[in-house]
T-cell receptor, first 115, second 113 residues
Framework: AQSVTQLGSHVSVSEGALVLLRCNYSSSVPPYLFWYVQYPNQGLQLLLKYTTGATLVKGINGFEAEFKKSETSFHLTKPSAHMSDAAEYFC?????????????FGQGTELSVKP | DAGITQSPRHKVTETGTPVTLRCHQT?????MYWYRQDPGHGLRLIHY???????DKGEVSDGYSVSRSKTEDFLLTLESATSSQTSVYFCAIRDRGSGNTIYFGEGSWLTVV
């Protein structure tokens, strides 16, 4: 069975500071990993994904994540936070094409950005 | 925009009444999903479909049924709504053209009173 743990349900940073959102996963097979962002009263938007190949993945809005198999982690980072980054972020894992490509989500991390 | 439309977007209903949510897609995707979102739980899969008349259960399927009689429509039905089914419901599709990326609709807010 697969699972995802996001460390910290709320993270607060100052504008211009580093953003680090933590995600650890459990999977018995090579995983696909995803980060989604959700702005208030909207659906989920894909930030980035890891499938195979390069372990450092770059996404939209200046975000990136690194797949570390030895640590079973896929942490999301951004060098300099903007006010517009305030949103909820979800990490998710999929077992590739098995099981219908279903996503298993973490519980989410709400990011606040202070002026 | 993955061409997903959910309806209704907002609904208030009474306990014990049936409710159907509709997900419509315009790009002929084979796989469609229904998730619910609740605080502290992230999103959890209710049911999914891998083709017309082909569906399977997800993690939280009790109290829900689905139907897919056409490729473009995936219906989620609450046969007898309960307060525990107050939630935000998201439909999603899997897009083979973008490496099997899953895209979400805008959500349907359901309140059961």
């Amino acid at each position: 069975a697969q699972s995802v743990t996001q460390l910290g349900s709320h993270v607060s940073v100052s504008e211009g500071a580093l953003v680090l959102l933590r995600c650890n996963y459990s999977s018995s097979v090579p995983p696909y990993l995803f980060w989604y962002v959700q702005y208030p009263n909207q659906g989920l938007q894909l930030l980035l994904k890891y499938t195979t190949g390069a372990t450092l993945v770059k996404g939209i809005n200046g975000f990136e994540a690194e797949f570390k198999k030895s640590e079973t982690s896929f942490h999301l980072t951004k060098p300099s936070a903007h006010m517009s980054d305030a949103a909820e972020y979800f990490c998710a894992v999929s077992d590739q094409d098995n099981q219908g490509g279903k996503l298993i989500f973490g519980q989410g991390t709400e990011l606040s950005v202070k002026p | 925009d993955a061409g997903i439309t959910q309806s209704p977007r907002h609904k208030v209903t009474e306990t014990g009444t049936p409710v159907t949510l509709r997900c419509h897609q315009t790009e002929n995707h084979r796989y469609m999903y229904w998730y619910r979102q609740d605080p502290g739980h992230g999103l959890r899969l209710i049911h999914y479909s891998y083709g017309v008349k082909d569906t399977d259960k997800g993690e939280v399927s009790d109290g829900y049924s689905v139907s897919r009689s056409k490729t473009e429509d995936f219906l989620l039905t609450l046969e007898s709504a309960t307060s525990s089914q107050t939630s935000v419901y998201f439909c999603a599709i899997r897009d083979r053209g973008s490496g099997n990326t899953i895209y979400f609709g805008e959500g349907s807010w359901l309140t059961v009173v």
